[in-house]
């Protein structure tokens, strides 16, 4: 007897290959190989711009958090290619080539000294050891950034296909399976982290940046080689051929061309097509929803002898798709503030830790290896909340995914507020300890060890486990199935945007406080108060998630059997 999906329709032994968590494995090994690389370098590469490009502080820091923000919002782009043109595995396979080329460009400019800068004595950049260095010129920067966005470019189409490759290996209505599937794609990106904090930061720290930058190099063609190879085993998912962003545009110009005409009331029929996909799979047709009413007028039924073009007439579903953008758009406006208060663990905290004593058990711990205190916490809090945490509160909640994604996404942002209040603390007691040991004016390592920090690193770590995940299935369950990588694009956005505003509330605050944050000197700066004010605006914008997160309502699907995976479940 051939196997059954999950609606319980039989299907061909070909297909039943393909898909599930067989197929899931290459991702995760990707998700791995690939974070490796992105997290060791989102940690040291401040280093690396104050002490190879001679840049300060502040310089180091902002271009860090461009860096990072630019890779996270050019996932728009990966997700409209996907969506539109090519499959989520052409999609990897493409940008993870372009991040291939970006770090042997800037393997090239470690190595060669006519690439960057001269050093200054000591090697430890004019910001560490406070004398004056040469700075790069136009050649060197522009080689420099073109390296650099490079590796951006690349980022972004991996963390924007990948997940939603992923995702596509799994029916729609197995709600179970994909929350599954999601959990577990954390546990390989918190494996790939442990490895990228431990290994990779002491080959940066100890065997140079050449060396790392290569080593990041060859792993990520290890990554490309084996998400190819799983190719006989994914669904595969066509592109639509139209931009998710086109169909977006076309509701509202149709609304518009459309406003003379009555609202259609909640009785009123309205426009839907019987269109087929070509993979095969089945179409996803949208329930209409009484949000956002005025765009219900695209779907207006023309009666007409000439053809109607999908300007002035688009289906509901096409309708509905656009108003889950827009349900969306709150959602991620309430998020951003905790992605910038995570900036702060891989900029200033990196740089706390410089000033502090790396001795722990004979070993000496680079600072850039701090921040796999939190994943080492995930790694084993993982397994507890797929095993435990998720059947226990299923039993409570008759949610299949224990809670709701928006409530996993609310207890993350509390925990974020709480991470920067405790940041505030320990650099309070980090400055007590310099002003003790009259130690502000020196660049030697306070006598205080480096993991007065593992503190604010766990529960950041946990606010993670519980805000990066809940986002990721949130916006790739609530999407359309035409807009799941614009829908797992716009989850990275909320990350790109935080680390944007990073950039911007630092000079904001340094120059509206007097200079918390102008010394160059984290020892006679005031970055515990910098930290204090993040927790408060945290503490606000966990309030206004509140007031977002009420508001959203869930989509429903037309023909869904299932009553348990049913959002109306989750609501009440």
């Not at 040291?44 to 820091?61: E, Q």
Request: aromatic share 12%.
């Amino acid at each position: 007897m051939a196997p059954l999906n999950v609606a319980g329709i039989p299907q061909s032994k070909k297909k039943a290959r393909r898909g599930g968590f067989k197929a899931a494995f290459f991702v995760y090994a990707m998700e791995a190989l690939d974070f490796m690389v992105s997290i060791s370098n989102n940690v040291s590469l401040v280093n690396y711009f104050r002490g190879y490009m001679n840049f300060g502080l502040r310089k180091s820091a902002n271009t860090l958090t461009n860096f990072v923000g630019t890779a996270h919002l050019l996932t728009l782009i990966g997700g409209v290619i996907s969506d539109t043109y090519l499959t989520r595995l052409k999609t990897c396979i493409l940008f993870g080539s372009i991040q291939i080329l970006g770090y042997i460009a800037m393997t090239m400019q470690a190595h060669f000294d006519v690439l960057r800068p001269e050093r200054c004595q000591g090697g430890g950049g004019g910001a560490v050891s406070g004398e004056r260095c040469e700075t790069a010129d136009g050649g060197q920067l522009a080689f420099f950034y073109v390296a650099l966005y490079l590796v951006a470019l690349g980022q972004s189409g991996i963390k924007v296909g990948l997940p939603a490759l992923g995702g596509d290996q799994f029916e729609e209505r197995d709600v179970k399976a994909r929350s599954a599937y999601f959990n577990w794609f954390l546990f390989s990106l918190t494996i790939g982290a442990i490895f990228g904090l431990t290994v990779l930061v002491w080959i940066n720290t100890n065997l140079g940046w050449t060396w790392a930058f290569g080593v990041c190099a060859g792993s990520l063609i290890v990554s490309v080689a084996v998400i190819s190879a799983g190719r006989p085993f994914f669904r595969k998912v066509v592109p639509q051929g139209r931009s998710p962003l086109i169909r977006v545009l076309q509701v509202f110009v149709a609304a518009v061309r459309n406003w003379r005409l009555p609202l259609p009331s909640p009785n009123d029929k309205l426009y839907e097509s019987d269109y087929v996909r070509e993979d095969g799979m089945e179409t996803e047709i949208l329930k209409r929803t009484d949000q956002l009413r005025f765009l219900d007028r695209a779907a207006i039924i023309k009666i007409t002898d000439k053809r109607v073009s999908e300007w002035e007439m688009c289906t509901i579903t096409q309708v509905e798709e656009t108003k889950i953008l827009l349900r969306m758009l709150p959602i991620i406006l309430s998020t951003i503030f905790m992605n910038t208060c995570s900036a702060q663990f891989q900029t200033f905290s990196v740089q706390q830790g410089l000033t502090m004593d790396p001795n722990l058990l004979g070993f000496k711990v680079p600072a850039a290896s701090i921040p796999v205190i939190p994943f080492i916490f995930t790694l084993a809090f993982v397994p507890f909340y797929g095993f435990v945490f998720v059947p226990a509160a299923r039993k409570i909640t008759g949610i299949p995914t224990g809670i709701t994604l928006l409530q996993r996404i609310g207890v993350g942002l509390v925990l974020s507020t709480i991470s920067m209040a405790v940041a505030g603390v320990v650099e309070t007691h980090r400055k007590n300890v310099a002003v003790e040991h009259n130690m502000l004016d020196s660049w030697a390592p306070l006598p205080l060890s480096l993991f007065w920090l593992a503190l604010q690193y766990l529960i950041l770590g946990s606010a993670d486990t519980f805000t990066l995940m809940g986002l990721m299935e949130f916006f790739y369950a609530e999407s359309s199935s035409g807009m799941k990588s614009l829908g797992t694009a716009i989850s990275w956005c909320s990350t790109g945007f935080g680390f944007f505003l990073s950039s911007v509330l630092v000079e904001v605050v340094n120059k509206a406080s007097g200079g918390w944050l102008a010394s160059n000197n984290l020892n006679r700066d005031k970055l515990n108060y910098f930290y204090w004010l993040l927790s408060g605006l945290s503490a606000f914008n966990f309030v206004f998630y509140l007031i977002c997160a009420s508001w959203y309502k869930y989509k429903e699907v037309v023909g869904e059997p299932d009553p348990e995976n049913s959002h109306e479940l989750v609501e009440r």
